[in-house]
């Protein structure tokens, strides 16, 4: 079905958790947030309802989120019921990586199509800055990991933060001599605390893609290494979605820059967002949001069916350049 301005929805991102093993300076302040109850968070039955009712107005494509989705109990159950529906055409996981080398196995075997892992840094004192609690090595054997169960394609999200002075030549390198796919993600006010260092956002930290794009080709220049090269729709890795993607000649991968902020892609948006305790939002940036929990529980799949075409009738047209939500990334979902 399309949205009142005519855009084909049929992507649908699940966050099953608020809970995280990590807590990234840009995601929540220091001392963490208040935490959902377990009563409050959907079950996963639940979760499994409301995507048949989404089936019903064209939803194709679902994408697990939190939170980290991987500490979520019955994660690889929610997998393998979501793969059982025909009209599921793929299922993705973003995650921090710490877990798949435990779980890559069991994920991919219940029908996990594919997985983003995020990671901001291959410093490794600036990646536990920046996670407050994480180490580096545990999230490289996660990407060994999804790389090594044959998922495809593996794609690498990282935060770009202007006073982070994160190495992004490093980052695009990754793309060369293994089918990686490094995507840079603007900085985006969500949330209405936390920030680097609980400073909170603010447009200074913000790095336009096209700056980017130049940063880091003139740092390649620098080494011998020739330009990106931008591609088509043929060479672009599956579920590229709203990402520009470019590659080094030769190279495995492909770098991809995504720019909510300087390169607006909002009418070509085609997702829904259903928060970890039912709330669906049709826009990141939006703080209007459809209580589908409850709408279940008094009328069934129908009536969250419903729910789902009064998404499609509230889904703005852009975000128009809105600054914080009420909720925080984390609360969302990534």
């Known amino acids: 079905m399309r949205d009142g301005h005519g855009r084909v929805i049929d992507y649908l991102r699940i966050s099953l958790t608020d809970r995280c093993n990590f807590r990234c300076i840009y995601c929540m302040p220091e001392d963490g947030l208040s935490l959902m109850s377990h009563d409050d968070i959907l079950r996963i039955e639940e979760i499994e309802a409301i995507v048949r009712a989404a089936v019903r107005i064209g939803i194709r494509s679902v994408r697990l989120t939190g939170g980290e989705p991987l500490v979520r109990k019955g994660v690889v159950d929610l997998v393998g019921s979501l793969a059982a529906m025909e009209q599921i055409d793929n299922i993705s996981l973003t995650t921090n990586g710490v877990l798949l080398p435990q779980m890559a196995g069991d994920l991919k075997r219940a029908g996990l199509s594919r997985v983003n892992i995020s990671l901001d ?13 994480g180490q580096l090595e545990s999230t490289l054997a996660g990407i060994d990991a999804a790389l090594q169960t044959g998922f495809n394609p593996v794609k690498i999200n990282a935060v770009t933060v202007r006073r982070l002075n994160q190495d992004f030549l490093a980052f695009a390198k990754m793309s060369i001599d293994r089918p990686l796919h490094t995507r840079f993600i603007e900085y985006m006010p969500v949330g209405s605390s936390g920030g680097v260092d609980g400073t909170g956002w603010g447009h200074e930290d913000v790095i336009p893609s096209e700056e980017l794009l130049q940063i880091i080709n003139e ?49 070509e948006c085609n997702r829904l967002r259903l928060t970890a305790d039912g709330k669906l939002r049709p826009c990141l940036f939006s703080d209007e949001e459809i209580d589908v929990r409850t709408a279940l529980h008094d009328g069934g799949e129908d009536a969250v069916y419903e729910c789902f075409l009064q998404a499609l009738h509230l889904k703005p047209d852009e975000h128009h350049d809105k600054v914080g939500t009420e909720r925080n990334m984390s609360q969302i979902g990534g």
Do not use: M, N
């Open 121 to 133: 840094t291959l410093d490794a004192d600036q990646f536990t800055e920046i996670t407050r609690v």
């Open 219 to 267: 740092r390649a220049a620098a080494e011998g290494l020739p330009e990106l090269v931008p591609l088509d729709g043929k060479d672009k890795p599956l579920g590229w979605g709203p990402a520009r993607y470019f590659a080094f000649p030769g190279a495995q991968g492909t770098v991809g820059f995504i720019s909510p902020l300087s390169r607006h892609f909002c009418s």
